[in-house]
């Protein structure tokens, strides 16, 4: 059984950081391709970034790469999200994502997380 456990969520004042954690199960984890996403009240679920396997291939939306760095420790099936200078419009819940492709594209992920909330206050 494949599981995904987001965790590392919670509140943070704007200009905080966060570490989001992804623990995988179940699955060859360096097989894999992990990525976030977010998910705001209202707004469809949206990209944030994703990692090959190798960890050699990282992708990020523009609008946060400055901010928000992923990585991946295949030694602890484990993916990251490093959130930096956080805003309240970062406020939404953080979903991870594996998948056999490195890809921006939501329907490309066979297997996902529960979901971590992160609240950004002004």
């Known amino acids: 059984q494949v599981q995904l456990v987001e965790s590392g969520g919670g509140f943070v004042q704007a200009g905080g950081s966060l570490r989001l954690a992804c623990a995988v199960s179940?699955?060859?984890?360096?097989?894999?391709?992990m990525a976030w996403f977010r998910q705001s009240p209202g707004k469809e679920r949206e990209f944030v970034a994703f990692?090959?396997?190798?960890?050699?291939?990282?992708y990020s939306v523009d609008s946060m790469k400055d901010r928000f760095t992923i990585s991946r420790d295949n030694a602890k099936n484990t993916v990251y999200l490093q959130m930096n200078s956080l805003k309240p419009e970062d406020t939404a819940v953080y979903y991870c994502?594996?998948?056999?492709?490195?890809?921006?594209?939501?329907?490309?992920?066979?297997?996902w997380g529960q979901g971590t909330q992160v609240t950004v206050s002004s």
């Open positions: 994502a594996a998948g056999t492709r490195a890809t921006a594209r939501r329907d490309e992920y066979e297997y």
């Open positions: 990692i090959s396997g190798s960890g050699r291939n990282i």
């Open positions: 179940g699955l060859t984890f360096s097989r894999y391709s």
